[in-house]
């Protein structure tokens, strides 16, 4: 059986980067596989935050997800600090994961940056969160931007450690990473070097998928560029980061590959290029973010689907605790 499993953090507002390339591509793949989609709020907790605002982005995730496509009844969604399988399974891998694989997590590196000894325990041990958030569903395939991708390797290390350490070759499933589309690393539009992030200070940097037409317009129009018009080759393209950025988001944005865009706009200058692109941004996002706020007006109605969710997704979890207590030894009474 195919099972996808895939997670956002609700760490402040999604951005254009979460959209294209993890959650369009959950829209599309929920016709054919059975997904569990979860706001990962434990992860939340590894940087700094503040518990009201968390609460609150908790359910704009949600409205994120739905409003994008995402449908509430056919797969599961749900926010993961409400099974409490996710913790247990986190230790329990936790006690098989060698240190030496951790210290190799490059996402650590650059979020503790040079603040290494204040960084927190579940900031370094969070790729062993996400391994169990993927195992406890068994899942098989795992959809995720190119940024996650060293992460995912990970899980299929635990995955497959765990297994053999037991005996137990067929137990966990490695998952696949599914990294899809033009769309799977979003750079800043400050910098075509750095990774469209929640985290970057400077609000120029993102589009978030709440911004209205006026916002997306200026940050576009900001965004940095080079001087030369738009080259006729991808090979050209790939040498000019802002450029390859710019023309990589209109190519997702509308479905086509970054050679079709460039058939299109090549030799226009930025000014006219940036203009086609504020028109199809605000095409694609504008009723994406008209029904967040259409559901964000009930609250109560988004907590109903967070807790139905979360059944359907404890009911799958709890068989898979118990199945794993029973392979380390844990007594069950
Ligand atoms: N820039 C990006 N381009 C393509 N995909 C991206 N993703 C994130 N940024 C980009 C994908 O979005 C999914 C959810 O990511 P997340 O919320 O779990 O956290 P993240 O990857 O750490 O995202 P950010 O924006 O960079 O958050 P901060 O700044 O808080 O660390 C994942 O599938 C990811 O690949």
């Known amino acids: 059986m195919n099972r996808i499993f895939s997670g956002m953090q609700p760490t402040r507002q999604l951005h254009l980067g979460n959209y294209l390339g993890a959650l369009k591509n959950w829209v599309a793949l929920q016709k054919d596989y059975e997904c ?161 992030s929640k985290s970057d200070e400077s609000e120029y940097s993102r589009i978030n998928l709440t911004d209205d037409a006026d916002t997306i317009a200026l940050k576009f129009r900001k965004a940095k560029t080079d001087p030369e018009p738009l080259p006729e080759t991808v090979e050209d393209l790939e040498k000019r980061p ?20 460039l058939a299109q706009h090549a030799g226009s200058q930025f000014s006219g290029f940036k203009s086609a692109l504020v028109e199809v941004a605000v095409a694609k996002l504008a009723p994406i973010s008209a029904e967040m706020n259409r559901l964000l007006a009930d609250k109560g109605e988004i907590d109903r689907i967070l807790k139905r969710g979360a059944e359907r997704a404890g009911a799958i979890a709890d068989q898979t605790v118990a199945e794993v207590k029973d392979i380390v030894g844990l007594l069950r009474v």
Request: aromatic letters at 8%; a negative charge; proline letters at 5%.
């Open 36 to 196: 569990v989609f979860c706001v990962v709020d434990l992860h939340a907790i590894t940087i700094d935050h503040t518990p009201d605002v968390l609460r609150e982005n908790i359910r704009e995730v949600t409205a994120a997800y739905i409003a994008a496509g995402i449908d509430p009844e056919k797969n599961i969604l749900f926010n993961q600090s409400a099974v409490p399988g996710h913790a247990e399974l986190n230790w329990i891998l936790a006690c098989h994961t060698p240190l030496g694989w951790l210290n190799r997590m490059t996402q650590f590196k650059e979020k503790a940056g040079k603040h290494r000894d204040n960084a927190v325990l579940g900031l370094y041990a969070y790729p062993v969160l996400m391994a169990a958030d993927i195992l406890l569903y068994k899942a098989t395939h795992v959809p995720v931007g190119e940024d996650q991708k060293q992460h995912l390797e990970l899980a299929r290390d635990i995955a497959g450690a765990f297994n053999r350490y037991y005996g137990k070759e067929d137990f966990f499933p490695l998952p696949e990473p599914q990294i899809m589309g033009e769309a799977t690393r979003i750079m800043s539009l400050r910098d075509g070097t750095k990774k469209m």
């Open 242 to 261: 802002e450029a390859n950025n710019l023309v990589t988001i209109y190519a997702a944005l509308t479905d086509s590959t970054r050679q079709q865009v």
